[in-house]
C-alpha cells in the first residue's frame, strides 16, 4: 500500500519556466491537499480539494494553480517558476472532508534559479 | 483561523516523559486539534486527534483542558527515535482550506 505518492522528488527549474507536480493517493481519500514548507517554517497551505472537481485556495495560492480530475490525483502547477517558489512541496489526503490530513506524501525538493 | 503558539524546542532523555504544549487562544467551538511529526525529509505523520479532555493511542496522549485554549501532547518514554518536529494544527471540520501549520517545536531526545 503505496499511500501518497509525490514525483518527482526532486527538480530544478529555470526563472519562468513552468512544471507540474503530481499526487496520488491509493486510500479512496476524499480530500486532497497542496503545502509548502521553507526552511525552519511549518507548512503553508496553498490549495485544498474536498472531492474530485473541486478546489479551494489556501493561504499562499498565488502562482499556482491545481486540478483534481478524479479522486486519486492532485496535480499542482507552476506556470511560470520564480525564486520564491523554492521549496519543499508535500501533498497530503484525508478521508473525510474535516480538512485536517491525515496521510503526507515524502515531498518534492523543487529549486528554481 | 486559530494561530498555535508552540515552544521552538525542547530537550530529553531516553526513558523520559515528555510533555508538549500548544496555546491556541481563539480556537472557535467546531475546532479540532491535531498533532504531527515530521522527521527530516519527510512528510508529517498524524499521530492524534481529539476535541476535548483525554484522547489516547498506542503512541501518544493529548490533553485538552476545560477552556480548550491549549493542548499537551504527553509521549511516554521517549527514545531517540522520537527526535523530531512536532506540530499542533487547530482547525474546524469542512475548515479543509482554512487551517495552517504553526513552526513546530523540535524535540532533541539524547541518551
Known amino acids: 500500500n503505496a499511500g501518497v505518492t509525490q514525483t518527482p522528488k526532486f527538480q530544478v527549474l529555470k526563472t519562468g519556466q513552468s512544471m507540474t507536480l503530481q499526487c496520488a493517493q491509493d486510500?479512496?481519500?476524499?480530500?486532497m491537499y497542496w503545502y509548502r514548507q521553507d526552511p525552519g517554517m511549518g507548512l503553508r497551505l496553498i490549495y485544498y480539494?474536498?472531492?474530485?472537481?473541486?478546489?479551494d485556495k489556501g493561504e499562499v495560492p498565488n502562482g499556482y494553480n491545481v486540478s483534481r480530475l478524479n479522486k486519486r490525483e492532485f496535480s499542482l502547477r507552476l506556470e511560470s517558476a520564480a525564486p520564491s517558489q523554492t521549496s519543499v512541496y508535500f501533498c497530503?489526503?484525508?478521508?473525510?472532508?474535516?480538512?485536517?490530513?491525515?496521510?503526507f506524501g515524502d515531498g518534492t525538493r523543487l529549486s528554481i534559479l | 483561523l486559530a494561530k498555535t503558539t508552540q515552544p521552538i524546542s525542547m530537550d530529553s532523555y531516553e526513558g523520559q516523559e515528555v510533555n508538549i504544549t500548544c496555546s491556541h487562544n481563539?480556537?472557535?467551538?467546531?475546532?479540532?486539534i491535531t498533532w504531527y511529526q515530521q522527521f527530516p525529509s519527510q512528510g508529517p505523520r498524524f499521530i492524534i486527534q481529539?476535541?476535548?479532555t483525554k484522547v489516547t493511542n498506542e503512541v501518544a496522549s493529548l490533553f485538552i483542558p476545560a477552556d480548550r485554549k491549549s493542548s499537551t501532547l504527553s509521549l511516554p518514554r521517549v527514545s531517540l527515535s522520537d527526535t523530531a518536529v512536532y506540530y499542533c494544527?487547530?482547525?474546524?471540520?469542512?475548515?479543509?482550506?482554512?487551517?495552517?501549520f504553526g513552526t513546530g517545536t523540535q524535540l532533541k531526545v539524547e541518551l
Open positions: 494544527l487547530v482547525g474546524r471540520r469542512g475548515g479543509g482550506n482554512k487551517l495552517t
Open positions: 486510500m479512496n481519500h476524499n480530500s
Open positions: 497530503a489526503s484525508s478521508e473525510g472532508q474535516d480538512g485536517q490530513p491525515q496521510h
Open positions: 481529539g476535541y476535548k
Open positions: 481563539n480556537i472557535a467551538t467546531n475546532d479540532y
Open positions: 480539494s474536498a472531492s474530485e472537481g473541486t478546489t
